[in-house]
């Protein structure tokens, strides 16, 4: 019966996930100069943001957020802020060899809380997902759809997203990608790290719609 409402959702959230942002090139970053365990659990951490946006659409907290200017701007100044200190951190990127990536795996593998909160972190302080979830929690999705089925939606969200992101982690930890990035992998960072600084420079600009 939900069916057709599902497979709109879930194409939704495919072109939304699908577009580079914050999440993707934290996820890269990690992966690149950590390693795919640590890419991995940053992957994880975004997907487990989902259920934080998705809890608080069906409390509809999101609502309150969205329509209150004072609560939207403190969550956007946090998440932006947070954006910026990690654009900042990878601008310090120096030259890695290729044994220092060994390294970086071997301390990654310790890391995962680290990882993990990254990723949560990332996605979770994002006002731009809260606007995104609202929206499809209040517009692509019937009101009337039993609660119990939207949280399901919910789910699949996030399994989705951490899977998605779990494949980029595959993708960008590969040995040959980072033996190539060994070499310029300091000028990555700082690439990285200018893209995250935009990213939260253009969300602290950010208006309710």
């Known amino acids: 019966m939900y069916w057709m409402e599902f497979f709109t959702v879930a194409l939704v959230h495919l072109l939304a996930v699908a577009s580079p942002g914050p999440d993707f090139a934290v996820v890269v970053r990690e992966s690149v100069t950590r390693g795919r365990h640590s890419g ?7 997907g487990s943001g989902i259920l934080l946006h998705v809890g608080y659409s069906l409390l509809g907290i999101g609502l309150i957020v969205s329509q209150s200017i004072v609560l939207f ?3 956007k100044w946090l998440a932006a802020g947070y954006l910026l200190y ?5 601008l310090r990127a120096r030259p890695v060899a290729v044994g220092d990536l060994t390294r970086a795996d071997s301390a990654a593998a310790q890391s995962r809380r680290r990882a993990f ?13 809260t606007l995104f979830f609202l929206s499809l929690f209040t517009v692509v999705i019937d009101p009337h759809t039993p609660l119990a089925v939207q949280a399901g939606y919910g789910v699949y ?7 998605w992101f779990c494949l980029v982690a595959w993708l960008f930890s590969r040995e040959r990608v980072r033996a190539g990035f ?4 300091h000028w990555f960072d700082r690439i990285t ?3 995250l600084i935009g990213l939260g420079i253009r969300l602290a600009a950010t208006e309710i719609a």
């Open 157 to 163: 969200l996030a399994f989705a997203t951490g899977l």
């Open 86 to 90: 990690l654009g900042v951190q990878a």
């Open 182 to 185: 060994a070499r310029l992998g």
């Open 40 to 46: 991995c659990w940053t992957a994880i951490g975004v």
């Open 73 to 75: 701007n403190l969550f």
């Open 193 to 195: 790290g200018a893209v």
């Open 117 to 129: 909160t990254v990723g949560f972190i990332t996605n979770g302080l994002n006002p731009k997902a």
